[in-house]
């Protein structure tokens, strides 16, 4: 059973940066496509950035481009989300997700992926 942990959160000033880490254990991240999502309170859970598992192709939800930086290590069993230019509409429970299979493509749909971390807090704020 794969097991994903997600840390890094917490409370940062508008602008700054944070970096979330999402580990796995009970199997390599080589063959999954990863994906992060993000539920504020009082609204729907969204697809913030995803990467494949196939030649590393990544997408981002576009209220996060330029800003938000996908990136796995596979000798580390994680993958990482780099956020920068943080904005308070940036506070969320962050997850990650995964689905094992060779895609070179990813996606923002909940349902195709089937392990979940349990979410790290991110606050944005002064």
């Known amino acids: 059973q794969l097991q994903l942990v997600e840390s890094g959160g917490g409370l940062v000033q508008p602008g700054g940066s944070l970096r979330l880490s999402c580990a796995a254990s009970?199997?390599?991240?080589?063959?999954?496509?990863i994906g992060w999502f993000r539920q504020a309170p009082g609204k729907e859970r969204e697809g913030v950035s995803c990467?494949?598992?196939?030649?590393?192709?990544?997408a981002s939800a576009d209220s996060v481009k330029g800003r938000f930086t996908i990136s796995r290590d596979n000798t580390k069993n994680t993958v990482y989300l780099q956020m920068n230019s943080l904005k308070p509409e940036d506070t969320a429970v962050y997850y990650c997700?995964?689905?094992?299979?060779?895609?070179?493509?990813?996606?923002?749909?909940?349902?195709?992926?089937?392990?979940w971390g349990q979410g790290t807090q991110v606050t944005v704020s002064s």
């Open positions: 009970g199997f390599t991240l080589d063959y999954y496509a």
């Open positions: 997700a995964a689905r094992l299979g060779l895609f070179r493509g990813c996606g923002f749909r909940e349902d195709f992926y089937n392990s």
């Open positions: 990467i494949s598992s196939s030649q590393g192709n990544t």
